[in-house]
């Protein structure tokens, strides 16, 4: 990642254009960076630039249309910006893109779960390892331990849109695109009716509290979301697994082709229950299907958004 300084001079020199910039500020320990929105430039006195930077900033841009808008982004973040411009969720003129190269971010999560809940002074990466200092002991732990799923399987370290760069580029690494997370893995290999009860399992946890639907970027619908519809109606106040599934199986079904596996949804559940090993296998039968990845070109139309007379990988012909 650049220095916060040079971040932080590039984003003073663009803010007298802009109504407001979002990045990421202090919050109330190291590991916990927070949203920042940035409107004057004293705010810029907030800003950090780490590991700790795991929101998905893009989740505010369609709620901003009709302002002059500046965020930072990550390099999956810029894939969710390439989405929402593709679908013309956002204005791509009313929108400053500042992009950089991430060494990855931290599961808040883990690390807690391994300090313990001790509060974080001070967290660092270099690449192999997470420093994380807490009053006057340091604590180090390999990056694969307390790395977010995410970024063990990231293949856009940098921004891939931006108006300005900070920073340099430089390729991917100590992560491999096309392994499958623990847990999407851990599911190809059980039997249907294993599966089956797995996700029981799982789902008797959830509180249905939609943090994962309002969390997600590109669920922009949440004024006719299915979950609160009455005519027709999806689905009931039944508090059973199945019918909190269905509610997740409709989601990845409506950000089919759409998905950027940023992780909010998985981030946000109070609970843990591992969503985005869902979205990750859904992803994978649009990659096979229609060879297509949701944010990577902004040139390109999403599968769904588009009809094609024949399509390469469906032979309905010879059914």
């Known amino acids: 990642m650049p220095s916060s ?30 949203p920042l929105f940035i409107r004057k ?58 992009g950089f190269h991430c060494d990855g971010v931290v599961s808040t999560a883990k690390l807690q779960h391994l300090l313990d809940g001790a509060q974080v002074d001070k967290i660092e990466m270099d690449g192999t390892t997470v420093h994380a200092t807490c009053g006057d002991k340091v604590h180090d732990f390999p990056r694969e331990q307390v790395a977010a799923d995410k970024c063990l399987t990231c293949a856009y370290p940098d921004a891939l849109i931006s108006d300005e760069f900070a920073g ?17 893995e851990e599911l190809e290999d059980m039997s249907l009716e294993e599966r089956f009860q797995f996700w029981e399992k799982e789902m008797s946890r959830c509180l249905r509290c939609y943090a994962c639907r309002n969390s997600c970027p590109l669920c922009v619908c949440r004024d006719h979301c299915a979950a609160d519809s009455r005519e027709p109606h999806w689905i009931s106040q039944d508090d059973s697994p199945r019918e909190k599934l269905m509610f997740q199986i409709m989601h990845v079904f ?48 999403p599968p769904l958004l588009c009809f094609k007379k024949e399509e390469e990988n469906i032979k309905e012909r010879s059914w």
């Not at 971040?7 to 190291?30: F, N, Q, S, T, V």
């Not at 910006?81 to 791509?92: A, C, G, H, N």
């Not at 096309?178 to 999407?184: D, H, Y």
């Open 41 to 98: 430039e004293e705010d810029l006195e907030d800003l950090v630039l780490g590991p700790s930077c795991v929101h998905n900033l893009a989740r505010y841009l369609p709620d901003l249309k009709g302002k002059k808008v500046g965020i930072v982004v990550k390099g999956c973040d810029s894939r969710t910006v390439i989405e929402l411009l593709q679908e013309d969720l956002i204005s791509r003129e009313d929108l400053t893109i500042f």
């Open 254 to 301: 409506h950000t089919a082709g759409r998905c950027t596996e940023c992780g909010e949804c998985e981030r946000a559940c109070p609970v843990g229950i591992p969503l985005l090993s869902l979205r990750q296998k859904m992803n994978r039968e649009v990659k096979r299907i229609f060879d297509y990845e949701a944010g990577t070109d902004i040139e390109a139309t």
């Open 5 to 34: 300084a040079e971040l932080k001079e590039m984003l003073r020199k663009a803010l007298p254009d802009l109504d407001l910039i979002i990045a990421w500020g202090k919050g109330r320990d190291a590991l916990h960076a927070s």
């Open 168 to 184: 340099s580029k430089a390729p991917a690494e100590g992560t491999d695109p096309e392994a499958r997370c623990k847990t999407l």
